[in-house]
């Protein structure tokens, strides 16, 4: 079992920034990719950017490329997630996750929700014009 706490969202104007966090615990949680989703209300869940065990291998969604950066710090379990000139298509709930050690060895399906096993609660994140 593996458990995930998101925090860091909140209210902030366009161009500004916000540093998430996701604290993990758990078994072996330093072995699994974390990924990062974000979701609208009538919307399906969509993936952002997740990293890697190691922290080596990192991808970004089309969306928030060379806005965001995606980091781990395995020695305090905990993934960030900085985000930078935000716009308000950015405005969701934001949730980090753990990629199901099967499509990790497949390397495949990294964006999709259904690769994912363990959720965070998710943290509001709110961008006004």
């Known amino acids: 079992q593996v458990q995930l706490v998101e925090s860091g969202g909140g209210l902030v104007q366009v161009g500004g920034s916000l540093r998430l966090s996701c604290v993990v615990s758990g078994r072996d949680w330093e072995d699994l990719t974390i990924g990062w989703f974000r979701q609208v209300p009538g919307k399906e869940r969509e993936g952002v950017s997740y990293?890697?065990?190691?922290?080596?291998?990192?991808e970004y969604s089309a969306a928030v490329e060379d806005r965001f950066i995606i980091s781990r710090d395995n020695g305090i379990a905990t993934v960030t997630l900085q985000m930078n000139k935000l716009q308000p298509e950015d405005t969701a709930v934001y949730y980090c996750?753990?990629?199901?050690?099967?499509?990790?060895?497949?390397?495949?399906?990294?964006?999709?929700?259904?690769?994912?096993?363990?959720w965070g609660q998710g943290t509001q994140v709110t961008v006004s014009a």
């Open positions: 996750a753990t990629l199901k050690p099967l499509f990790a060895k497949l390397g495949m399906g990294l964006f999709a929700a259904s690769s994912y096993e363990y």
């Open positions: 990293i890697s065990s190691n922290g080596r291998h990192i």
